[in-house]
């Protein structure tokens, strides 16, 4: 199997977990990883690592993401999802106009201090807080800075839901943020479904389930279409082709400095470009090899991922 990655849609029911182990069982393949928890009740964008470029996971996972969430005025619940015990209802939230909502929500747009939720896979003292929550065991959590880049509300409906789009930091919990403007309106709210739209460069409308996989995986062993290779992840990064020496050296992980970079290369590059801070080191024969951060400071390429 390839290296690559595979935007999977994942449908509701599974976790993340439980979309890797699947994969595992079908594509015959052990090293694969997620990037971004989503919750059962959660579908939408969740791109699955395979082979070498698990190593991508911690970037993918740190990329801003997008979701269209779902949310009722009026109900407080455990888990802040529909799915949850009630702890309070309101009776006077029909009387909140959009405006107020959409005031509220822009007051979260920026740097906010989020609570995360007890029902949550952050670890406090070596336990899941969800475990935790289970057991009916609450325990003191640190807000941590979350960053939410817009909020759109999309649409109203009559039994009290609102539809919103958000674009957000990694590490922002929806639900929480939906509890949090609940609270600010003062009528207590909840989150009742959740799509993610965009994660680690990848939206909706080139996402397979795992379905699709199975049944293109089984009728036909070679095609790989679903996998995105690590160069494509790349493809906006500059490409440095390498001669016989740069090959080696790269390969052995060695820094490159710049003031030496003719020794190893093989065609002519321009790394003059402020933004640039990959580069993906090609062999003469058009081979991937690896990619490498670019140091301006020290003005040095260093190994990133190896590809070879």
């Known amino acids: ?172 919990y929806i639900r929480a943020l939906i509890n949090d403007i609940g609270g600010k309106l003062g009528v207590g709210a909840c989150m009742t479904g959740l799509v993610r739209t965009k994660a680690g460069g990848f939206s909706l409308d080139c996402c397979y389930k795992l379905s699709d996989i199975e049944n293109m995986t089984f009728s036909d062993k070679e095609n790989l279409s679903f996998l995105i290779s690590i160069d494509k992840v790349f493809e906006n990064c500059p490409c440095i082709f390498l001669n016989a020496l740069g090959e080696k050296s790269v390969s052995n992980g060695r820094i490159l400095y710049l003031d030496e970079m003719s020794r190893y290369v093989d065609r002519p590059f321009d790394l003059s470009d402020s933004s640039v801070d990959k580069v ?6 058009n081979t991937l090899i690896a990619i490498y951060s670019f140091d301006k400071y020290k003005k040095c390429l260093k190994t990133y991922l190896m590809c070879k």
């Open 1 to 172: 199997m390839p290296d690559g990655i595979i935007p999977i849609y994942k449908e509701e029911g599974f976790t993340s977990h439980d979309v890797v182990a699947k994969l595992r069982g079908i594509l015959k393949q052990k090293r694969i990883g997620h990037t971004g928890t989503l919750d059962p009740m959660a579908t939408g964008v969740l791109p699955i690592c395979i082979g070498k470029a698990t190593k991508l996971a911690d970037m993918l996972t740190g990329s801003d993401k997008e979701y269209e969430a779902r949310f009722r005025l009026g109900i407080i619940t455990d888990t802040q999802d529909i799915t949850g015990k009630i702890l309070k209802k309101y009776d006077n939230f029909e009387k909140i106009s959009l405006d107020r909502i959409k005031n509220v929500c822009d007051s979260f747009i920026g740097e906010y201090m989020q609570l995360p939720p007890m029902y949550s896979a952050i670890k406090v003292n070596g336990q899941r807080l969800y475990d935790l929550a289970r057991k009916n065991i609450e325990v003191e959590r640190e807000k941590r800075a979350v960053f939410i880049n817009y909020i759109d509300i999309l649409d109203s409906f009559d039994d009290g839901d609102y539809l919103i789009r958000v674009g957000c930091s990694k590490g922002t």
């Open 280 to 285: 993906r080191f090609y062999s003469f024969d």
